[in-house]
Nanobody, 122 residues
Framework: DVQLQACGGGLVQAGGYLRLSCAAS????????IGWFRQAPGKEREEVSY??????VYADSVKGRFTVFSDGANNIVYLQMNNLKPEDTGVYYC?????????????????WGQGTLVTVSS
């Protein structure tokens, strides 16, 4: 049974940091491209970052602040979020596999984690 579980969200002040984790069961994360997404209140879901292959991809809004990396031994993908801003507030999801990226939109994900809430106060 394939499952993804995202956790690590919380309440943090602007300028702070959080590390989200996405743990997989039923498949090996490093065999697939993993995407991180977020959905702010009242807004559509947006792509945040992707890891698969050699070079991670980041949305312009998080470049230089967020880092995605994997721990293959433990089958976890992390999203390190530094210098958080109030506009980073939202529910963060991980999903797999990302089969294609077109115009910044990720396609192909069959499996989604349950989401973890990140709230950044000003």
């Amino acid at each position: 049974d394939v499952q993804l579980q995202a956790c690590g969200g919380g309440l943090v002040q602007a300028g702070g940091y959080l590390r989200l984790s996405c743990a997989a069961s039923g498949f090996t994360l490093n065999d697939y491209a993993i995407g991180w997404f977020r959905q702010a209140p009242g807004k559509e879901r947006e792509e945040v970052s992707y890891i698969g292959g050699s070079t991670p991809v980041y949305a312009d809004s998080v470049k230089g602040r967020f880092t995605v990396f994997s721990d293959g031994a433990n089958n976890i993908v992390y999203l390190q979020m530094n210098n958080l801003k109030p506009e980073d507030t939202g529910v963060y999801y991980c999903a797999a596999p990302v089969r294609a990226i077109v115009g910044g939109t990720y396609f192909g994900m069959n499996y989604w984690g349950q989401g973890t809430l990140v709230t950044v106060s000003s």
